[in-house]
C-alpha cells in the first residue's frame, strides 16, 4: 500500500499538488476498501476515523481531484449515487463492470474487452478513443442458484 500512495504522491506533485493528510487519508480509505465502489459520503465517514478534522467538502475535492488525475474513476450504477473506483496502475482503460439487478453486487471485469470495437470507431469514424466504460446489468451467478432452487 505505501509504494501505491508513493506513486500517487508523485503523481499529484506532477500536476503541482501536494499528498496533504487529509489527501493521504482519502486515498488510503479507497486503497483499503477498492473492491467496494465507494460514494463520498462512505469514503468521508471512513476518513473521519483515520482525520476526524477531515470535512465532506474536503473529501468531495480530493475525490474530484484523484477523477481529474486519472487515480480514480467516478462512476454510477443508475441508483443515482456516484461512486469512486481506483483505476488499477498502468490501466490504459476503464475497467468493466457486472452489475446484478437481484442483489446490487458488483464484479468487476479487468480484461479489455473493447479493444477491436475502438479500433473500428477509429478507423470507421475517426474518432480517437482515449477511454471507455462498460456495466453489463443482468443476473449473478448466486442469484440464479436461488432462482433454480425456489
Same mark, same amino acid.
Given at each position: 500500500?505505501?509504494?501505491?500512495?508513493?506513486?500517487?504522491?508523485?503523481?499529484?506533485h506532477e500536476a503541482?499538488?501536494?499528498?496533504?493528510?487529509?489527501?493521504? !487519508? @482519502? %486515498?488510503?480509505?479507497? +486503497? $483499503?476498501?477498492?473492491k467496494?465502489h465507494?460514494?463520498?459520503?462512505?469514503?468521508f465517514?471512513?476518513?473521519?476515523?483515520?482525520?476526524?478534522d477531515?470535512?465532506l !467538502? @474536503? %473529501?468531495?475535492?480530493? +475525490? $474530484?481531484l484523484?477523477t481529474?488525475?486519472?487515480?480514480?474513476d467516478?462512476?454510477?450504477f443508475?441508483?443515482?449515487?456516484s461512486?469512486?473506483?481506483?483505476?488499477?496502475?498502468?490501466?490504459k482503460?476503464?475497467h468493466h463492470h457486472?452489475?446484478?439487478?437481484?442483489?446490487?453486487?458488483v464484479?468487476?471485469v479487468?480484461?479489455?474487452?473493447l479493444?477491436?470495437?475502438?479500433?473500428i470507431i477509429?478507423?470507421?469514424?475517426?474518432f480517437?478513443?482515449?477511454?471507455?466504460r462498460?456495466?453489463?446489468?443482468g443476473?449473478?451467478s448466486?442469484?440464479k442458484?436461488q432462482?433454480?432452487k425456489?
Open positions: 500500500m505505501e509504494g501505491r500512495i508513493g506513486r500517487i504522491k508523485a503523481q499529484l503541482s499538488y501536494k499528498l496533504t493528510p487529509q489527501r493521504e !487519508a @482519502t %486515498v488510503r480509505v479507497l +486503497l $483499503e476498501n477498492e467496494d465507494l460514494s463520498a459520503e462512505e469514503v465517514l471512513c476518513v473521519k476515523e483515520i482525520a476526524p477531515t470535512g !467538502a @474536503t %473529501v468531495y475535492r480530493t +475525490l $474530484e484523484l481529474e488525475l486519472r487515480v480514480v467516478k462512476i454510477n443508475g441508483d443515482g449515487v461512486r469512486y473506483d481506483l483505476r488499477k496502475e498502468g490501466a482503460h476503464f457486472l452489475l446484478c439487478l437481484e442483489c446490487g453486487s464484479e468487476e479487468q480484461e479489455d474487452l479493444e477491436d470495437v475502438e479500433k477509429e478507423e470507421r469514424w475517426n480517437l478513443v482515449k477511454d471507455h462498460l456495466t453489463f446489468q443476473i449473478c448466486s442469484c442458484k432462482t433454480k425456489a
